[in-house]
């Protein structure tokens, strides 16, 4: 009984879509999910899509984690390392749907989710995507379907406003949505250079220091006229490649970082417990740096190694993890001045 995302098909009064498009692109995310979902860890699965009483529903994995619309509304900004590494992870999955001819149409923050679980980037809402004409089947043919100017303004490209998406009309989106996201401004708010044509978005960095070479990436990524811009995501990945390690870096340390803030990871978790008795131990403010230390000086060891077995939900910040050299016995000390 996974939990799970029920979609109906209902479209609203005042829509521009006829009803047999929208069900068209409605049938094509059923068919996305059901054929990449199950595949790539990164796109929800799909787990039914049915027609009850003249209605159709989508029933997809539920996703549980937070948007990278709500993760900004924080008043969270990338640096230039979080940038990289959301590139290097996100590219992977437009490079997927591209070699099959799928243009998502609607990248933007509100659709890119860090999954709780493991903190991976996975991308959603898949109900603006559509087929090249050059990729469809006869099963899946609908060209009306990219023909229609679908998306979110400010993210999506000239070509994708005037009903003619390629497949780096996705890479542009991408591309606003990191510089979004470096600047704190929303793509309409940037200007057109008169002279190149092109967005003015780099005076919004104030005092963020930036890799040079991730600008000139971000700058073709969002180039105006389509044979400018990058014309695949593994082009972009090659450009990155310099930088690999540094995004890497940063994303492996935002995994862990992400873990210790919201989950108890017991070396063996069971074994900890048993040796506690089942019980916390509890310290008074004034008790808690002491008997860190005593424990420290105990147990610390540079070298010792940590196992996942298990995630287990803390109601606070940890801020202190200690290891037993014999990897038998975790402690941790939160922000609620207890130790576990």
């Known amino acids: 009984h996974p939990l799970c995302v029920v979609k109906c098909l209902k479209l609203s009064a005042t829509s521009a879509i006829s009803e047999a498009v929208a069900r068209r692109l409605f049938e094509?995310?059923?068919?996305?999910?059901?054929?990449?979902?199950q595949n790539h860890n990164q796109i929800p699965t799909l787990f039914a899509y049915c027609h009850e009483q003249e209605q159709a529903y989508l029933i997809q994995e539920y996703i549980e984690g937070e948007n990278l619309s709500r993760w900004f509304a924080r008043g969270q900004r990338l640096t230039s390392n979080a940038a990289i590494a959301l590139l290097l992870e996100i590219l992977p999955v437009l490079a997927t749907l591209h070699m099959h001819g799928i243009v998502h149409r609607d990248i933007k923050p509100s659709n890119i989710i860090r999954r709780r679980r493991d903190g991976r980037l996975v991308l959603i809402d898949f109900g603006a995507a559509c087929i090249l004409p050059e990729a469809q089947s006869e099963a899946h043919s609908s060209p009306e379907a990219c023909a229609?100017?679908?998306?979110?303004?400010?993210?999506?490209p000239d070509e994708q406003q005037q009903g003619i998406p390629h497949l780096n009309s996705d890479l542009y989106?991408?591309?606003?949505?990191?510089?979004?996201?470096?600047t704190g401004k929303h793509p309409r708010e940037f200007e057109l250079d008169p002279i190149s044509g092109e967005m003015t978005w780099q005076c919004h960095l104030g005092e963020q220091l930036i890799e040079p070479k991730l600008l000139d990436v971000l700058n073709r990524m969002v180039r105006v006229k389509v044979s400018d811009r990058y014309q695949q995501a593994a082009e972009i990945l090659a450009d990155l490649q310099p930088l690999a390690g540094v995004g890497r870096s940063h994303l492996r340390w935002a995994g862990w970082k992400k873990?210790?803030?919201?989950?108890?990871?017991?070396?063996?978790?069971?074994?900890?417990?048993?040796?506690?008795?089942?019980?916390?131990?509890?310290?008074?403010?004034?008790?808690?740096k002491t008997l860190l230390a005593q424990?420290?000086?105990?147990?610390?060891?540079?070298?010792?190694?940590?196992?996942?077995?298990?995630?287990?939900p803390v109601p606070t910040d940890i801020n202190r993890m200690l290891i037993t050299p014999d990897s038998q016995?975790?402690?941790?000390?939160?922000?609620?001045d207890v130790l576990r």
Do not use: C, K, W
């Open 28 to 37: 094509t995310e059923a068919y996305v999910l059901q054929r990449l979902g």
């Open 148 to 156: 229609i100017a679908i998306g979110t303004p400010g993210y999506m």
């Open 173 to 182: 989106s991408l591309g606003m949505l990191v510089i979004h996201l470096l």
């Open 259 to 288: 873990t210790f803030q919201h989950t108890l990871i017991p070396a063996t978790a069971v074994v900890a417990m048993g040796l506690m008795g089942g019980n916390f131990l509890y310290a008074h403010r004034h008790q808690t």
């Open 295 to 312: 424990l420290e000086q105990q147990f610390a060891q540079p070298d010792a190694r940590l196992t996942l077995v298990q995630d287990l």
């Open 329 to 336: 016995m975790l402690i941790t000390a939160g922000s609620d």
